[in-house]
């Protein structure tokens, strides 16, 4: 059981970067965790951490150690779950922080919701990238990959994204035949809010392009926003395909510089890799990866 412990604590210290921050998850003084792993290290005969006044950090040692305590771990709780609630329905607050594509997203949570009556649903919607493990989320939705060793990820679907107009802004202000020739059109931007940086359209001569001075009308941070000024025929916009395919079935859009583009994107939920998978997260992401691309 002491073992145990020594694992518990370590694990708990490795992910937060922190005995004071482990500590507090576990219930114990920062001074219990550091003694904990301090035998641990004494058993194992490795340091398993650099430790400074200000900060923690992993040994190359303690890296390979960290990922054969969670697998240990991790087969404990599936152990104790299998035994004791293994049937249990999908219930209790789920904490999810998603990307601002309600578009996409807004029907499928519904859905959700209708099928799971008994999970509440706290979502909070941003582009900003959060810490999933320090702000104490179940899972994050976020466009490309992770290199957070410390979650696990599942990808939901792929999207790409497309330059569009409006047919009376092209028969007004012609249609660009090449990407040189944007720099004689209005552009709709998309603007990141946690950096404020422009999101790069999907042309390889985008950073010329850019350098040049594009004409803008509009920066802003949500699709939605773009979609309705490219359809009220303002300026060329660069849209997630799911986000432009109904306005592009309709007429209500057209697509521009098709033949340039060049840009592949996946959407991925990722959750704490040291955190089992409970009834509620399990069936929100089997539902997810089900449902957001169904008709892709």
Known sequence: MDNLAGFTAFVQAAEMRSFVAAGRVLGISASAVGKSIARLEARL???????????????????????????????????????????????????????????????????????????????DFSDRRVDVIEEGYDAVVRAGESADSRLMSRQLGQFQLQLVAAPAYLAQHGTPLLPADLVQHTCLLYKFPSSGKVEAWPLPEWPALQAAGLPALLNCNNVETLLHFAESGLGIAALPDFAVRAALAAGRLHPVLDAHRQHAGAFRILWPSSRHLTPKLRAFIDFLAIHVFAES
Do not use: M, W
């Not at 650099?50 to 305590?69: D, K, M, N, Q, W």
């Not at 499928?108 to 649903?121: G, I, S």
């Open 45 to 123: 005969g490795v340091r398993l951490f650099h430790r400074s006044t200000r900060s923690i950090a992993l040994t190359s040692e303690g890296t390979v150690f960290l990922e054969r305590c969670r697998r240990i771990l991790g087969e404990i709780e599936a152990a104790e779950r299998e035994l004791s609630n293994s049937k249990s329905a999908p219930q209790g607050r789920l904490r999810v922080s998603l990307p601002l594509v309600g578009s996409l997203l807004n029907p499928v949570l519904a859905a959700f919701a209708r099928a799971y009556p008994q999970v509440e649903l706290d979502l």
